[in-house]
């Protein structure tokens, strides 16, 4: 599509539950990136994709959190056993390359996870 | 490690008026800066970006600047209207990064 999708749009889970994000990036675009906005605007990046390879997973909480994005799917973002830490907005963005100067981050509208 | 960040905070101004946001960052070795702006419980959209080799970028109303030695940019916004109220974000894409590290915002009201 020309926009980048994210379902579901709120997602409200008790302390302990598992979460599930998914994100379909622009046709053609062949990154991914997640990023957290907790209070205050702050953007926190989380991991990112080129295809279906992980490209850089230095903002993931390892014991939690896992992502994937497989072909001819949407890419998911998966929080094991939620805390009420993860509740944040989160987005997904997409660009058609990286590592240039060229390079523009398309967001999603974002999902909104409330923890309880 | 990079940091960004955004004067003023929050921008109360009458409609019409001529304005400026400032954004600031540490390290100059960036690819280039965003400027998003995020509307309340909504994504953001990207309004100007600017490559690194660049001095400025125009849009309409919109005028970005770059200052990549003193780590500074400025989001110029003319003849400003209650529309453009908004939170507006600036971010860099750090050149050993594909991760765009952003300011905490400009909360702008604009008053009828």
């Known amino acids: 599509g020309e926009e980048v999708a994210q379902t579901p749009k709120h997602l409200v889970r008790g302390e302990g539950q598992k979460a599930k994000l998914y994100c379909a990036p622009i046709?053609?675009?062949?990154?991914v990136f997640w990023y957290q906005q907790v209070l205050k605007n702050e953007f926190k990046f989380l991991i990112s994709?080129?295809?279906?390879?992980?490209?850089?997973e230095t903002g993931m909480p390892k014991e939690r959190f896992s992502a994937k994005c497989l072909p001819n799917s949407p890419c998911s973002l998966e929080i094991q056993a939620t805390k009420l830490e993860d509740s944040a907005v989160y987005f997904c963005a997409s660009s058609q390359s990286a590592g240039t100067v060229y390079n523009e981050q398309f967001f999603g509208p974002g999902t909104r996870l409330t923890v309880l | 490690k990079q940091e960004v960040t955004q004067i003023p905070a929050a921008l109360s101004v009458p409609e019409g008026e001529n304005l400026v946001l400032n954004c600031s960052f540490t390290d100059s070795a960036i690819y280039n800066l965003q400027w998003f702006r995020q509307d309340p419980g909504k994504g953001l959209t990207s309004l100007l970006l600017i490559q690194s080799s660049q001095r400025e970028q125009t849009s309409g109303r919109l005028n970005a600047s770059l200052d990549k030695s003193s780590g500074r940019s400025t989001l110029y916004i003319a003849a400003s209207q209650p529309g453009d109220s908004a939170t507006y974000l600036c971010?860099?894409?750090?050149?050993?990064?594909?991760?765009?590290?952003f300011g905490s915002g400009t909360r702008l009201l604009v008053r009828p």
């Open positions: 994709f080129q295809n279906e390879n992980v490209f850089d």
């Open positions: 046709k053609g675009h062949s990154y």
């Open positions: 971010a860099v894409l750090k050149d050993s990064s594909y991760k765009l590290i």
